[in-house]
């Protein structure tokens, strides 16, 4: 058992993507304060590529719920 498993009781898988999830989300929020920032500073290319960057934690955390919800017993 590992340290991870062992405090929380949880699979090593569930906790891995139960983490990912978390810190997508976490830099979402981030990156909307860089989006902001850049808008308010009129740098068009920033906003632009800070939005990819939101958009991919999007996609991650998506990918991560739907695998973390297929592997959670019901």
Do not use: C
């Not at 991870?4 to 906790?15: F, L, P």
């Not at 860089?34 to 906003?47: F, K, L, Q, W």
């Amino acid at each position: 058992m590992t340290t991870a498993e062992h405090v929380t009781s949880m699979r090593d898988e569930h906790y891995n993507l139960t983490s990912v999830l978390y810190h997508t989300l976490q830099e979402a929020e981030t990156v909307q304060r860089y989006i902001d920032d850049a808008s308010a500073a009129g740098d068009t290319e920033a906003v632009e590529f800070f939005r990819d960057v939101q958009e991919t934690d999007r996609q991650r955390a998506e990918r991560a719920k739907r695998l973390l919800g297929s592997r959670l017993p019901t």
